[in-house]
Nanobody, 110 residues
């Protein structure tokens, strides 16, 4: 499975970004997730969504981020609102905890 992430960029604190990840094959049976890695820190789970649509969020993302998927389009999105400087990181799309996309940079300025 090849994953291509889009939508990163630079935004001011309090702003929004929407990340999108496109898979190279049908992924309706796969669990999907977004991870992130900030400079000098370990990668961490941001949000995940099972093949049945159940979601899990990191405490830091709960209430501000929303993960969704469109199995017909083989895409999984991460809507990020009320962004904070500490959300600055490279964000990765992951399938089945096994297949990783190339990452997209998100920078939140204060």
């Amino acid at each position: 499975v090849q994953l291509q992430a889009f939508g990163g960029g630079v935004v001011q604190a309090g702003g929004s970004l929407r990340l999108s990840c496109a898979a190279s094959m049908a992924f309706s049976g796969m669990d999907m997730a977004w991870y992130r890695q900030a400079p000098g820190k370990l990668r961490e789970l941001v949000a995940s969504i099972t093949n049945t649509g159940d979601t899990v969020y990191a405490a830091s993302a709960k209430g501000r981020f929303t993960i969704s998927r469109d199995n017909a389009k083989n895409t999984v999105d991460l809507q990020m609102d009320s962004l904070k400087p500490e959300d600055t990181a490279v964000y990765y799309c992951v399938a089945q905890e096994t297949y990783w996309g190339q990452g997209t940079q998100v920078t939140v300025s204060s």
